[in-house]
């Protein structure tokens, strides 16, 4: 379908949003692509291209160039240089193909002044449709935008500060971000939410304050979500409640102190007992987030963490093995150590086509850490007091129970496809033998 309306609208720049698990199918795409529009001019952006752009180009002869990193300024000159029949090697930030070999072109250095760039959601009211999105912790529909770019935190898996955006906080301003909530409110009037996904929203104490000072006088009547670390106080909290705030995602990451210091996280469990006080104290709800695998991580602090997840008590909870990509901290300890199953990234997809783990630690295979995140995940969602909690929540808070609801269902349509696949996996090896 990609190819065949291509074909039709024969554009002279077509540019290719890629990721680690699926490079090799974006990259014969881009070799289809190339057939249908042999005049076009074809770019590779995103994460992955970005921290191997000769090894991304090498993978199919589909593709011209990689924009690395930021790409938004690189891709307006690359169309403006296109368009005037110019150089493409003039433009800062890419990585072109040259016969057999390969051109970096000058550093684009990152944006500062991120007012400047259009409203995201400009793009969504021309071009899509936000009843095809979906996020399980989120009301249906909802809008995702970004406040923000670069994290300062050293996290030592955290793809994007590590690869596109860097570990400088860069904000847009409070009364620019008050607008884009302005704009959504008036341009999509079926939006039951908006998303904040900024790595860390609360970097800037004191520009999330103004910015939900700004809500407040506005009257912002759009609920909101946003990712923030679990050091924040209960001050700011409170603010952001009272702007429309109705959940928070943190990553809680771990129940060990010693694999949270490994793994660069800069928090403390004592720090995550108390944000989890002051978000009720405030009325926000918590969806955390705990990654297995990191280094340290046993049997052991695995228990741990699922036990620190009940304490804790969130809305909702999420268990996950560390998914190390290319440009991190976190991929070059797997490689160096020799835990990476495979550097075949077509198999970092698993049976279900969700995003599959390649790292197996000594005495802690991967498939053990699948299996703990799955138990896990029951464990802590299927708890008598848990289901009577949100019981009594989606029968209170009605959007909350439709929610409820609409995950839960989604909740079994996975069981359903993960175990299908599974039988199909089984199956295939019994005729393989």
């Not at 095809?132 to 009301?139: I, K, Q, S, T």
């Not at 770019?149 to 690869?163: A, E, I, K, N």
């Not at 995602?249 to 004592?270: D, W």
């Amino acid at each position: 379908m990609v190819v065949g309306e291509a074909s039709r609208l024969s554009p002279r720049l077509v540019v290719c949003d890629t990721s680690t698990p699926s490079i090799h199918n974006d990259a014969a795409v881009c070799a289809d692509l190339r057939r249908v529009l042999p005049g076009s001019f074809i770019v590779l952006v995103g994460t992955h291209p970005t921290a191997l752009p000769e090894e991304t180009l090498g993978l199919s002869n589909g593709a011209d160039a990689v924009a690395v990193g930021e790409y938004d300024m690189t891709l307006l000159d690359l169309a403006r240089c296109l368009r005037d029949d110019g150089d493409p090697s003039s433009v800062a930030g890419l990585v072109l193909r040259r016969g057999d070999s390969f051109v970096r072109t000058a550093a684009r250095p990152l944006i500062e002044d991120l007012d400047s760039l259009p409203f995201v959601s400009e793009t969504y009211r021309r071009h899509l449709r936000i009843r095809d999105y979906y996020f399980a912790a989120a009301d249906y529909p909802v809008v995702q935008i970004i406040s923000a770019r670069g994290c300062p935190q050293r996290c030592f898996f955290c793809v994007y500060p590590q690869t596109f955006h860097g570990r400088r906080f860069r904000p847009r301003s409070p009364a620019n971000v008050a607008a884009e909530f302005a704009f959504i409110a008036e341009h999509f009037p079926e939006a039951r939410e908006i998303g904040i996904e900024d790595d860390t929203f609360t970097v800037d104490r004191a520009r999330a304050h103004e910015f939900c000072r700004l809500l407040a006088v506005g009257g912002n009547r759009i609920k909101w979500y946003t990712n923030v670390r679990a050091d924040v106080d209960y001050e700011t909290l409170a603010a952001m409640r009272a702007a429309g705030c109705r959940l928070v995602t943190v990553g809680f990451e771990s129940g060990s102190q010693e694999v949270l210091n490994r793994m660069k996280k800069g928090l403390s469990l004592e720090q995550s007992r108390a944000f989890m006080e002051n978000a009720r104290r405030a009325g926000i709800l918590v969806h955390g987030c705990i990654m297995v695998g990191n280094p340290g991580e046993t049997r052991e602090t695995m228990d741990e963490s699922l036990r620190l997840a009940k304490r804790l008590a969130c809305d909702s909870f999420q268990f996950y093995p560390l998914i190390v990509y290319p440009g991190t901290e976190a991929y070059e300890w797997a490689k160096a150590h020799g835990y990476l199953l495979t550097e075949d990234y077509s198999k970092w997809l698993g049976p279900s086509r969700s995003h599959a783990s390649p790292l197996s630690l000594p005495g802690l295979p991967m498939e053990e850490m699948e299996r703990f995140c799955e138990r896990a995940y029951r464990s802590y969602h299927f708890r008598p007091a848990y289901l009577l909690r949100k019981a009594f929540q989606s029968v209170t808070r009605p959007t909350e129970g439709r929610r409820n609801l609409r995950s839960a269902g989604r909740y079994l349509r996975y069981l359903a496809r993960s175990f299908a696949a599974r039988a199909r996996a089984v199956r295939n090896r019994g005729i393989s033998r």
